[in-house]
């Protein structure tokens, strides 16, 4: 590298990118305990989720303040202007994941010590493939890759299928014994969060796609 | 490819039938995208093919592009890569120095400004040029300064017209409010950023249709430069500006379109919210995000 202000540059857009990186991993074990704290009814875990948000938050605000440091001190233009907004957009798109996975532990709290409604199959699935559309579209963030981002949009038709499908099952209990309401609800907002999440990490592939392409895309309009 | 039928119509009522400006219409060989940037009905100046040399160094390379109407183009590259000599053509000072020459063709109104038929003089008029460093004339006053150009064109006029052409163009380069009452101390004794809106209110006073600035504020403190900038988009809602400018920044501010060139020859020619957010070539975008240069 011939200029070493640009190499240093170069070493704050990466370190910038590492710690976004950071944060999309403490917003998936976020989620992963979250789910664990609602299925095995471990209200300590859920507390712990609750109690570790804060940090997500901090982080993010860290981020943003970085981002605007770099926009200020080296007036980025193109790719470089791209990679900044593109961090800063995802770092609020986990930050809104991290606050669902709280959802999820405040949601276990309220359901106290009552079993759930019924065995999670559904939720637990869809939480998964909530945290892998995140975990690839982090992916496709590193290697830059538009297909994988665009891959990762696609994905979310899974999740919205399985949601309905939750959906669909819960309502039949409420139907058939409204005593179950309450239980269901609680499930009921559950599976919103999950595919909340994943609609999220549905942005943040679109991000990647600007990133890579420069053109603003949104690829799961109209499915709500 | 613009039309051709609306090219015609154009260069009809802009040139009173001289040639069409369409590349494909001349059958020359013009580097797909640069010139179809700018539609035909909005090109001013077009430059088609031009190289530049000086003595046996090709400094310009067979660029061709047109310049839009009353709008900024600012010319970016690395030092060396031509910019400035390309400037210097679009109003033949480049062919003022010793073994210059250009080739090609530069077209205002429909006529090549390089036909043996055309007064150096004259296109010096109708394109002003302002330059790097203020250079007004040390033994004039601010007001004599302003009216140079106009007195050695010679142009018949009375006294109050002297003075009313002096006072508007001052006020065209917005220094009339901090000058008018000193009009005929030197031209010397003001600041370097007053000096350097002297200097184009001197070329304002021959009225251009194009004025050309080669890095015009790179003398200049930040102060001094935002002035210039906001003149030069107020001066582009009446007349078509281009600048060349090692400022990116700069760039990206004033101009409605950014042409890259280097080594001679122009890479990428658009936009400019294009150029600074989502260049085509990657020799662009290594070059604004100071990769290289």
Redesign the interface.
Known sequence: MRNSTRAGFDRDLQALQDDLLMMGSMVQKAIFKALDGLKNRDLSISRQVIAEDDLIDRKRFMIEDRCIDLIATQQPLAKDLRAIITVLHISVELERMGDYAEGLAKISLRMGEQPPLKPLIDIPRMAEKATEMLRRALDSLVRQDVALARDVCASDDEVDELYTQVYHELLLYMAQDPKTIERATFLLWAAHDIERIADRATNVAERVIYLVTGKLSELNAGRY | MAQPQATGQQQTERTNGAQPVNGMQFGIDVKPGMIDVVPDEEARLIVRNVHAYYGEAHAVKDITFAMRSRKVTAIIGPSGCGKSTLLRCMNRMHEEQRAARVEGQIILDGENIYDRSVDPVLVRRRIGMVFQKPNPFPTMSIADNVLAGYKLNRVRAGKGDLAERCEVALRRAALWDEVKDQLNRPGTDLSGGQQQRLCIARSLAVDPEILLMDEPCSALDPLATARIEDLVKELSQEITVVIVTHN??QA?RVSDMTAFMLLGRMIEYGPTTDM????RDER??AY?????G
């Open positions: 990116m920044q990206a600074f957010t989502t260049p662009t975008e604004i995000t100071g990769r290289f």
